[in-house]
């Protein structure tokens, strides 16, 4: 009996924190979520691709960001952090006065993993009044900083009729985090697809690699014959689901 009971222990020692491993895998996976809305990508025949920018705002890359992108002729999707935007209602500003949508990337950028309801609640709806304050005036997707969530977020999303935009290709998934420019292009142009959903991570001081890809990304996939539009647009390309 003892060595029954021993065995049953020593198996629950190896396979209760391999069971907590793919649990967090999965809750960190930009492809699943255990309930609601998620979208990593769109289904679609029609050479469209959003290109999405995370973080901040902040003074080192906003306005560069902004730049390239007018220059170009590009809206894109910048999920922001809403203390950031406190921090610089001018530079959250200029980005909906360009035109761009803004999604929500919590307030204080915290991994909502092991959070309270009460905590989600706060993260969400502190950034919304502070998109909001920003001007603008359209849906606002949610976005979790570094893809992680597990049930709590999940939740207050659903309940709320929100969308989790995720992303299907995102260089630092495959790239040293000081990549060059030219690797970035290469990385995200090798591994778009009609419908895709780029992340980009140029906002900071240290991310000049990363702003100085996004003319290159845009002219060559605009050489393969892709279009750029918002999430909101890529959203509404989605096919009409069937009926039940």
């Known amino acids: ?35 609601g809305e998620l979208t990593p990508r769109v289904e679609t025949d029609a050479r469209v691709v959003a290109l999405t920018f995370d973080d901040g705002p902040d003074p080192a890359g906003t306005q560069p960001m902004l730049d390239t992108l007018a220059a170009k002729g ?33 307030f204080t950028h915290t991994r909502m993993m092991f959070v309270s309801p ?5 993260e969400v709806e502190r950034t919304d009044e502070q998109i909001r304050a920003a001007g603008y005036a359209g849906e606002i997707t949610f976005r979790p900083p570094n893809g992680k969530k597990l049930l ?39 591994r778009v697809r009609p419908g895709s959903i780029v992340l980009l991570h140029g906002m900071y001081r240290g991310r000049e690699q990363a702003r100085a890809a996004i003319g290159p990304i845009v ?17 509404a390309t989605a096919p009409a689901a069937s009926p039940g």
Do not use: K
Request: negative net charge.
């Open 152 to 190: 709590a977020l999940p939740n207050y999303l659903q309940q709320h009729g929100r969308r989790t935009v995720t992303w299907d290709v995102e260089p630092l998934d495959g790239l040293a985090a000081d990549a060059s420019a030219a690797d970035i292009t290469r990385h995200v142009v090798d």
């Open 219 to 235: 002219d060559e996939l605009r050489a393969c014959g892709y279009t750029f539009v918002t999430v909101s647009q890529l959203l």
């Open 1 to 35: 009996m003892l060595r029954r009971i021993l065995v049953v222990v020593g198996a629950l020692v190896v396979l209760v924190p391999a069971a907590g491993w793919g649990v967090l895998r999965l809750a960190s996976s930009p492809t699943f979520q255990f309930f």
């Open 74 to 106: 590009v809206l894109g999707t910048f999920y922001l952090i809403g203390e950031a935007m406190q921090q610089h209602p001018e530079l959250a500003r200029a980005i909906v006065a360009a035109g761009h949508e803004v999604g929500n990337h919590t």
């Open 118 to 122: 009460a905590f989600v609640a706060q």
